[in-house]
């Protein structure tokens, strides 16, 4: 059973800067494609960031392009999440995620992190 746990969350002002991190057990990250979702009160789920198992593809939605920088350290399994210039719009939970191929559809990825709660101040 793949588990996946975030760490990083919490309360920063606006402009500020926060690094999420996700830890896999049970199985390697290694492979597989991993992003990283958030979610607001009342919104859907949306990717913010993906990226392949080599490192080599990218996506990040046009809302934190520039300021949010994902990356993996597959010798640790280990997935990151770099987010600067934090806005009160970027408050929300965010979920780490793995899957078969780094997309924005939620329903490509197998399994979830429980979420971590990011709150930007303004």
């Known amino acids: 059973q793949v588990q996946l746990v975030e760490y990083g969350g919490g309360l920063v002002q606006a402009g500020g800067s926060l690094r999420l991190s996700c830890a896999a057990s049970g199985r390697t990250l290694s492979g597989y494609a991993i992003a990283w979702f958030r979610q607001a009160p009342g919104k859907e789920r949306d990717c913010v960031a993906a990226i392949s198992w080599s490192g080599s593809t990218t996506y990040y939605s046009n809302s934190v392009k520039g300021r949010f920088t994902i990356s993996r350290d597959n010798a640790k399994n280990t997935m990151y999440l770099q987010m600067s210039s934090l806005k009160p719009e970027d408050t929300a939970v965010y979920y780490c995620?793995?899957?078969?191929?780094?997309?924005?559809?939620?329903?490509?990825?197998?399994?979830w992190g429980q979420g971590t709660q990011v709150t930007v101040s303004s």
């Open positions: 995620a793995q899957g078969r191929t780094p997309t924005r559809v939620a329903s490509i990825y197998d399994y």
